[in-house]
């Protein structure tokens, strides 16, 4: 059997695991994200401990990353705000101790490349998998292909009507203040309201705002990418009756003018929660490895 590592890099944790997919996976390991130097530190020495050596390692990472295989930063955590991480050669590090295939993305589109493999997205080729939790990131894989473009989507720091009156809360992104992600991320609703966002109540109001904010987000999606499905994950994502509200307000934005059944009759279908739960990011890094090695 060939086994793959994956690493899931968060900005407060890393995960490692070596397997070949969802039904086997050999060892697992998570820990804070500290400096570059100890975390990279960490993982290496999870891979070299295991039994059998990895045929190739996947890395989906928090960022803003360069993912130009041409460019001499290829390969770079670029200029994150997290102290201490920018400009940071993340494949380097490994490159130096692992003599395999790397595969590099960012950690939304590892986790669509794994919803795509094993989970909500097997069959389509173009779709959309977001999450909503101590940030907000969108992966897309259009037409078979994760799209990268020019440095690869940031889905969160997209702007949205926002009613100063309705809700005077100014936002919480500290580039843009009130864009998606400053106005709908776990940290911005504990901002909004005053407490965490898995404390708020089921009939609390922040529900029906967070849903007003992801659906205006969701309709803009759906007329730009033309995706055949929307997966949703994040911690945020696990409020109480969130995905019916987003489905409701999404199907109302679109107002009829995407004529298609997912959208129209099928929408409980059309935008779901993860196939592989919180294991999209860790599992899609082995997809990303299984992609590089070339299988
Ligand atoms: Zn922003």
Redesign the pocket.
Known sequence: MTLFGGIEAGGTKFVCAVGSGPEDIRGEIRFPTTTPEETFGRAIEFFKDQPEPVSAIGVGTFGPVDLNPKSPKFGYITMTPKPGWANTDFVGALRRVFDVPIGFDTDVNAAALGEHRWGAAQGLDTFLYLTIGTGIGGGAMVEGNLLHGLIHP?M???YLPHDRKGDPYS?S?????D????LACGPAMEGRWGQRAETLPADHPAWELEAEYISLALSCYVTILSPQRIILGGGVMEGPGLFPLVREKTQQKLNGYVQVPEILDKIAAYIVPPGLGNKSGVLGAIALARQAYGG
């Open positions: 940031e969160g720091h997209c936002g992104c500290p580039y843009h203040g864009c998606f992600e400053g």
